[in-house]
């Protein structure tokens, strides 16, 4: 396994058995992109009309556990949400599709305007 594979997973588990004693209907994603980024995708009751900064404060706390917090490398991105927020919005990263190079590279040039 590699390390970020390993960080990966404690992310999981750390946020997973906190957030459950307190919510046992938490979702916790935790995704690699394709060049080896974190994105952490958190559902839970437990922000209900909490800020973000509370949000993110709730989170770095129990990472702290593991030194580790939210704008700690590797981290991208992450979605703190409650379960209406992200009905109404869902993550954009969960269905996000980058191009590949060789599509990028292989596309036409683009017209020049006159």
Excluded: C
Excluded at 15 to 31: M, S
Excluded at 57 to 86: M, R
Aim: charged share 25%.
């Amino acid at each position: 396994m590699t390390e970020r594979t390993v960080l990966m997973q404690q992310i999981q588990e750390q946020l997973n058995q906190n957030l459950q004693l307190e919510d046992p209907q938490v979702q916790v994603k935790v995704k690699r992109t394709s060049i080896g980024w974190l994105k952490i995708l958190i559902i839970t009751n437990l922000f209900q009309e909490q800020s973000l900064e509370e949000r993110e404060q709730k989170i770095d706390e129990i990472l702290a556990d593991i030194d580790f917090n939210l704008s700690k490398y590797p981290i991208l991105s992450y979605d703190l949400l409650t379960p209406e927020e992200a009905r109404e919005q869902p993550p954009e990263y969960t269905q996000l599709q980058l191009p590949l190079w060789s599509d990028i590279l292989m596309s036409p040039e683009p017209e020049k305007p006159k």
